[in-house]
């Protein structure tokens, strides 16, 4: 992951070679702009992108900034119509006020930039229709009635309760399953999968994906079994896998009586993981969950407001050197507000 700050030494060098995409965080998640991004930061590598530590237009809340190489606008617009946490995007246009009288470059261009005058010009917007039909009050799903027919269903939200199944919002289960880094990895695990939403997130990205969810509520096996590769009704405890998996990416119950069960279904789990763990948990659970990762190194960990509940996702690997090529990048993006 490639970090900058911009300077008017080497602006002009910049400009010249990549385009500056701007990406505006959704207003659900305007307070978690560094997940924001992370999460980019992730999906455009492939791209050769290089995170703006100071963003143009930084006056304007929720904004992030990256160089992208020039001429690559369509594989952009696919990456980026896979995100979570942003939702709109614009490209800076230099030449716009070029060779205008001094005095009317304002009337065009109220923007500067280490002393370069530019044009926000929308570039892509996520197509907030395709993303609400995506979303779990719409998409299907399918539980088992006590007669242990199949009903299908559309806004499956679990019970409600605090150890119950719970339905992820979408953009959560985006930003999750993203940076597992769908593109690039055969196996991914969700051992509390609940609604389905990190499967479904991930499958989108990679639909060659060996998708593996598992959960202890038999009731909605019919519904992981829509989207899941290979479905288990197990406590994951307990559960065993024939081969090992590149990603974890998971939501665990929030309870703190549940603290002990999680700890056990990781220390369980990590036996089958290679690569990434993703948590999210909550907030009191995080300090004990996260004596359970032993073997894992902690790549980054913040907070998410999700309507009044405090919650924390984690990033882990069991690869030191992606540890390590990252160090830079997450200080970087730790003095980023």
């Given at each position: 992951m490639n970090h900058t700050a911009a300077t008017k030494l080497n602006i002009k060098d910049y400009i010249a070679k990549y385009d500056v995409l701007i990406c505006q965080t959704r207003p659900s998640r305007i307070k978690a702009k560094q997940w924001a991004a992370l999460e980019a930061?992730?999906?455009l590598a492939p791209l050769g992108a290089i995170f703006i530590?100071?963003?143009?237009?930084?006056?304007?809340?929720g904004l992030i900034a990256f160089f992208i190489p020039k001429d690559n606008d369509a594989v952009l617009r696919k990456l980026l119509n896979n995100l979570g946490y942003s939702h709109k995007f614009y490209k800076l246009d230099f030449n716009a006020a070029?060779?205008?009288?001094?005095?009317?470059?304002?009337?065009?261009?109220?923007?500067?930039?280490?002393?370069?005058?530019?044009?926000?010009?929308h570039f892509f917007s996520i197509d907030e229709a395709e993303f609400e039909a995506q979303s779990i009050a719409n998409r299907e799903f399918a539980v088992y009635r006590p007669d242990k027919t199949v009903k299908y269903i559309k806004g499956y939200r679990?019970?409600?309760?605090?150890?119950?199944?719970?339905?992820?919002?979408?953009?959560?289960?985006?930003?999750?399953?993203?940076?597992?880094?769908?593109?690039?990895?055969?196996?991914?695990?969700?051992?509390?999968?609940?609604?389905?939403?990190?499967?479904?997130?991930a499958k989108r990205v990679n639909p060659s994906l060996h998708l593996i969810s598992a959960d202890i509520d038999s009731t909605i096996e019919p519904g992981l079994k829509m989207y899941a590769t290979e479905h288990h009704t197990r406590d994951a405890?307990?559960?065993?896998?024939?081969?090992?998996?590149?990603a974890i990416v998971t939501e665990v119950p929030f309870g703190m009586a549940q603290?002990?069960?999680?700890?056990?279904?990781?220390?369980?789990?990590?036996?089958?993981?290679?690569?990434?763990?993703?948590l999210m948990c909550h907030q009191d659970q995080f300090?004990?969950?996260?004596?359970?990762?032993?073997?894992?190194?902690?790549?980054?960990?913040?907070?998410?407001?999700?309507?009044?509940?405090?919650?924390?996702i984690s990033y882990w690997t069991k690869d030191h050197s992606l540890f390590e090529s990252t160090k830079?990048?997450?200080s970087a993006l730790r003095g980023f507000i």
């Open positions: 930061a992730t999906v530590t100071n963003t143009p237009i930084g006056d304007v809340q070029q060779g205008q009288p001094a005095a009317d470059i304002k009337s065009i261009n109220p923007y500067f930039w280490k002393g370069q005058p530019f044009v926000p010009i679990g019970d409600g309760s605090e150890t119950g199944r719970r339905a992820l919002p979408l953009e959560d289960a985006r930003l999750m399953a993203n940076l597992a880094s769908p593109v690039d990895i055969n196996k991914l695990l969700d051992p509390f999968a609940g609604g389905g939403g990190i499967i479904c997130a405890r307990f559960l065993r896998l024939d081969s090992q998996v590149d603290v002990e069960m999680i700890s056990q279904a990781l220390d369980n789990l990590l036996q089958y993981l290679t690569g990434r763990l993703v300090s004990k969950l996260g004596k359970a990762l032993t073997g894992l190194f902690p790549i980054y960990h913040n907070q998410v407001n999700r309507k009044g509940t405090p919650i924390v830079e990048y997450i």
